[in-house]
Antibody
Framework: QVQLQESGPGLVKPSETLSLTCTVS????????WSWIRQPPGKGLEWIGH???????NYKPSLKSRVTISVDTSKNQFSLSLRSVTAADTAVYYC???????????????WGQGTTVTVSS | DIQMTQSPSSLSASVGDRVTITCRAS??????LNWYRQKPGKAPNLLIY???SLQSGVPSRFSGSGSGTDFTLTISSLQPEDFATYYC?????????FGGGTQVEIK
């Protein structure tokens, strides 16, 4: 079955760029929407944005100026870049797949285990 | 953005109890409402999609209902593994948004 694995630095300095990659195994990245979601310590879930395998994206408006999500179909990976981070960006970051081919309307049915990113000097 | 409001924010219940969690959207989202269960330290798990469709592999004690702005998740007989936090999420329009969560605790 499809599995997702997040990777990237666990510690990022304030004002720098947070970069994470999600590797898709057991299936193709093509024809699906792929999301990044985060969860600050002790808080709820926040959707950051998603990308379709063709490269089209949607972002949360309040993060749009700092976020880029990209896809590399040759490596079956997609990535998150979050610029100018502050302590408020400290969270567990999850990657997830939308249920259903070419659709994002039916929830996210496959999730990575999550990776903790701390923003601190 | 569409705001999602869950209630209650927490509840206490016993094994075998029937539990209902509600979710209200700030505007009509048709039936594009999904429910997740998140156990401590784990990623969320999709339970219900399209308001009432049971995700494959999810026990039948979970059910969902509603359309428009008001939705409910019902657990017919609470099991030990159901003590967790539950989130609703709208997928009617981007940006996708989650409710604040409902923590189900052991009574």
């Amino acid at each position: 079955q499809v599995q997702l694995q997040e990777s990237g630095p666990g510690l990022v300095k304030p004002s720098e760029t947070l970069s994470l990659t999600c590797t898709v195994s057991g299936g193709s990245i093509s024809s699906y929407y792929w999301s990044w979601i985060r969860q600050p310590p002790g808080k709820g879930l926040e959707w950051i944005g998603h990308i379709y395998s063709s490269g089209s994206t949607n972002y949360k408006p309040s993060l749009k100026s700092r976020v880029t999500i990209s896809v590399d179909t040759s490596k079956n990976q997609f990535s998150l870049s979050l610029r100018s981070v502050t302590a408020a960006d400290t969270a567990v970051y999850y990657c997830a797949r939308a249920k259903g081919l070419q659709l994002w309307e039916y929830g996210m049915d496959v999730w990575g285990q999550g990776t903790t990113v701390t923003v601190s000097s | 953005d569409i705001q999602m409001t869950q209630s209650p924010s927490s509840l206490s219940a016993s094994v075998g109890d029937r539990v209902t969690i509600t979710c209200r959207a700030s505007q009509s989202i048709s039936y594009f409402l999904n429910w997740y269960r998140q156990k401590p330290g784990k990623a969320p798990n999709l339970l219900i999609y399209e308001a009432s469709s049971l995700q494959s592999g999810v026990p039948s004690r979970f059910s969902g209902s509603g359309s428009g702005t008001d939705f409910t998740l019902t657990i017919s007989s609470l099991q030990p593994e159901d003590f967790a936090t539950y989130y609703c999420q709208q997928s009617y329009s981007a940006p996708l948004t989650f409710g604040g969560g409902t923590q189900v605790e052991i009574k």
